[in-house]
DNA sequence: TTTAGCACTCTAGGGCTTAGAGTGCTGATC
DNA sequence: GATCAGCACTCTAAGCCCTAGAGTGCTAAA
């Protein structure tokens, strides 16, 4: 629907755009070695494209740069997507096949995606409530201490150390620790936790103050892994002063007050993980006029065949989609390989 | 070793420029009521204080801003530091009290902290490689995983579910456990890891396959106890755009390049761990001209008589030291209680 | 000792001017 | 008919000048 010369004058508009961030003069197109044309042709070129909406002039007598419809005709039919090398993986696993549990693996895989495409990352995080407790156990510390712990979907744990109001023995520790395990194990944690609670009130009565003191740890424990948990995390913002198109003060301040509410950009990640594969929003399609100058590249990441939640990056609309969107793809995918081990 | 007046009027002129965070003039302090002179009069007293290095004009018809020396002065000698009311206390301690480990913990108290000051927080973590192993354990899942459960210092532990390269039975993993506990138990996790590595080679030989994996197992966890933490993590950064004096991008930047090297700040804080209670740095004193507009309070936080760490603020020079070096106190303070817990 | 008065200094901001970058259009050329 | 040199035109960024206003230090009177 383009033809060849448009094609490649707007290619070559991008590349140039995307590199120095200054908008791109005719005659800066005609030097170029693959174009070949007089910057008189490469005007008419121009006034064309513009008037189509993919590029414009910030005023009379400067260059163009691409408007929002431009960026996103660029994404979905000029720009190739080329796998970032076998290095590029190796170094990303090894830098987060450290990382303990799950929650510290999502922060990793986001902390080296904001590294690696120096811009902001986030992650929408698995939804806690819908987890399954897989096991529970009591060990035993000292007198009155024990380490109330916790596996969740076979890839999860999570421990707290916990004081007990009076002294135990372990024989009654593990009698709770299979009543609870009887009665939780293989619920999600809503599930569990209803049932906890509903047990309390019975126990109560009963005065079986040991019983008591745990199921309430355990409750804690696991109240906390449903609530405390952020709904995503915003890594590397700082970066963002890297690019002088966001580098107002002021709209900075703006957008990373949009990362803190969350409301605003929750709703763009859900629809991240309706989809399959690697997304790009670009300015306003970001869901608010905040991000006017920003992109959002996502991906969902999942878990033999269940989404557990979303990565991506944030960056201004000009950033180098064909590297960024491949690194992207490629971080998630060792996540989800990270994930399943 | 300042008279009456000339204690009231730097005083005064602290109190306005803290709050407006511009020049004050003769005018605006001769208005105040508990002032009451002229402005031609404290316009010599201004002189004064200028000679004596405490204030200073950014330009001649501008008026006086504190100097550094002004700042420590009025911190040493001027300023009155009273407790923060019990609310305060409380919601602190409620907004940390359901943090499930030691890291958490830590990151916690440097987010409200961050929260409750407007500012960026830091917290120095505690040296890990001194950490003393009180207890391991490992859990089987299922026919090939278990969960390596390592207890240190019986407030924080650590656990990571391993996939073992073959089957294994509870009794094995009971022994090695034994093994495990009877030798590295009370050892601190550097000597606890020296001898794992001497043992895996001793154990290469011998070919227990179950042993070997178990052992380099934990020995991987323990390696990540000690090495992944960083030496220190910054909190709320993005905080300090709101504040004019840093606003200018490239000094944020340089700031955050500061926070992230960390060599820098590292110095100050180990500095600011030998000494008991809250330390300020102004400027310069924070080690380095990137500070120039900055000051940091510090105060280390301490279990059972040893000091862990430090917990701290960085911010505009222009803080309001007499509402945020209690509140550094009262917070670190809190920490250390639920940290004993 | 205090203060009114005054001459002086410096900045922030508005208005003016200009160099330069880039455009669209026209008419000549292949 | 496509290409392009040439030209008149537009707009910005940056430098310069000027002024209002804020604030000072000093002097001399109360």
């Known amino acids: 629907m383009l033809n060849d010369r448009y094609q490649l004058l707007f290619r070559s508009l991008m590349?140039?755009?995307?590199?120095?961030?200054?908008?791109?003069?005719?005659?800066?197109?005609?030097?170029?070695?693959?174009?070949?044309?007089?910057?008189?042709?490469?005007?008419?070129?121009?006034?064309?494209?513009?008037?189509?909406?993919?590029?414009?002039?910030?005023?009379?007598?400067?260059?163009?740069?691409?408007?929002?419809?431009?960026?996103?005709?660029?994404?979905d039919s000029i720009a190739t997507f080329n796998l970032p090398n076998d290095d590029y993986a190796t170094s990303v696993r090894s830098a987060l096949e450290n990382d303990l549990n799950q929650d510290a693996l999502l922060q990793g895989a986001s902390r080296v995606l904001s590294g690696v495409t120096g811009m902001a990352s986030l992650v929408l995080m698995p939804k806690k409530e819908s987890e399954v407790l897989k096991y529970i156990d009591f060990i035993p510390l000292?007198?009155?201490?024990?380490?109330?712990?916790?596996?969740?979907?076979?890839?999860?744990?999570?421990?707290?150390?916990?004081?007990?109001?009076?002294?135990?023995?372990?024989?009654?520790?593990?009698?709770?620790?299979?009543?609870?395990?009887?009665?939780?194990?293989?619920?999600?944690?809503?599930?569990?936790?209803?049932?906890?609670?509903?047990?309390?009130?019975?126990?109560?009565?009963?005065?079986?103050?040991?019983?008591?003191?745990?199921?309430?740890?355990?409750?804690?424990?696991?109240?906390?892994?449903v609530q405390q948990t952020l709904p995503f995390l915003v890594m590397g913002k700082t970066k963002l002063l890297n690019y002088q198109e966001l580098a107002d003060s002021e709209k900075l301040k703006a957008l990373f007050q949009a990362f803190d509410q969350h409301n605003n950009i929750l709703g763009l990640l859900d629809k991240s993980m309706q989809a399959k594969g690697v997304q790009v929003f670009i300015g306003n399609e970001c869901g608010s006029d905040i991000y006017q100058d920003c992109s959002i590249v996502t991906r969902p990441y999942e878990v033999e065949g269940e989404i557990l939640g979303v990565l991506?990056?944030?960056?201004?609309?000009?950033?180098?989609?064909?590297?960024?969107?491949?690194?992207?793809?490629?971080?998630?995918?060792?996540l989800e390989s990270l994930l399943k081990k």
């Open 142 to 225: 000292s007198e009155s201490r024990i380490l109330v712990l916790l596996v969740f979907n076979d890839r999860d744990a999570q421990n707290r150390i916990v004081e007990l109001d009076r002294p135990f023995n372990a024989d009654e520790l593990q009698k709770v620790a299979r009543f609870l395990n009887e009665y939780c194990g293989g619920k999600t944690l809503d599930q569990a936790r209803e049932f906890l609670v509903s047990r309390m009130s019975q126990i109560r009565e009963s005065a079986n103050e040991l019983m008591m003191s745990v199921i309430s740890a355990t409750d804690r424990v696991l109240q906390n892994q």
């Open 15 to 75: 590349g140039l755009y995307l590199n120095e961030g200054k908008p791109v003069g005719s005659t800066a197109l005609a030097k170029l070695p693959e174009v070949g044309l007089s910057s008189a042709t490469v005007r008419n070129v121009m006034a064309d494209l513009e008037r189509m909406g993919l590029i414009k002039a910030p005023h009379t007598s400067a260059g163009r740069i691409p408007t929002q419809k431009g960026y996103r005709f660029f994404v």
């Open 312 to 334: 991506g990056v944030v960056g201004p609309s000009r950033m180098d989609y064909q590297k960024v969107v491949p690194k992207v793809d490629v971080t998630a995918k060792i």
